[in-house]
């Protein structure tokens, strides 16, 4: 199974629940992960030359959910990686300056797996002051997508073999 890149899963997740925000996230998709995850994060009126500042993004979906699933794809990531590997980390990114750096991406899920992760993006986004209505249909979109590609893990999962889609 392939990783999912967190920014194809930002770009479905706003497909779904707001398209209107789908020319932010093309425009946002044509700088690399270590430009738009700052940008995005930064708080206060900036000159931005996305041709608008942070107030006019605070109340879209489309950073809420690229921040918080990046911060979940970096989560998986240390979690998969031993200390070992951890201190060779800047080995390895000093031996790729210069170039492109890696979207961010997320791996293929159980679904119990799935179940912690929707947990988590509830806990993530009621923290950043989304209703809980409203977070929960972000999480559910979410959890839907990357479910596409979950495995239902040793013995089916805890409510036996998952059904083919």
Not at 32 to 37: K, Q
Not at 89 to 113: D, K, Y
């Amino acid at each position: 199974m392939a990783l999912a890149a967190v920014r194809d899963v930002v770009r479905d997740v706003v497909a779904e629940l707001a398209p209107e925000e789908l020319p932010l996230v093309d425009g946002l998709a044509a700088y690399d992960d270590s430009v738009v995850v700052p940008k995005l994060r930064r708080s206060g009126r900036r000159r931005e030359p996305l041709g608008f500042g942070w107030g006019e993004v605070v109340g879209l979906m489309t950073p809420v959910v690229w921040l918080v699933l990046d911060q979940m794809a970096e989560r998986l990531a240390d979690t998969a990686v031993d200390g070992a590997v951890k201190k060779a980390r800047g080995l390895r990114r000093w031996l790729r300056r210069g170039r492109r750096p890696a979207a961010a991406t997320i791996p293929p899920l159980t679904e119990g797996q799935l179940a912690t992760l929707r947990q988590d993006l509830l806990d993530q986004l009621k923290q950043r002051g989304l209703e809980e209505q409203a977070a929960e249909q972000i999480v559910d979109a979410i959890v839907r997508r990357l479910a596409r590609g979950a495995d239902p893990g040793p013995a089916g999962g805890p409510d036996g073999p998952s059904p083919a889609n």
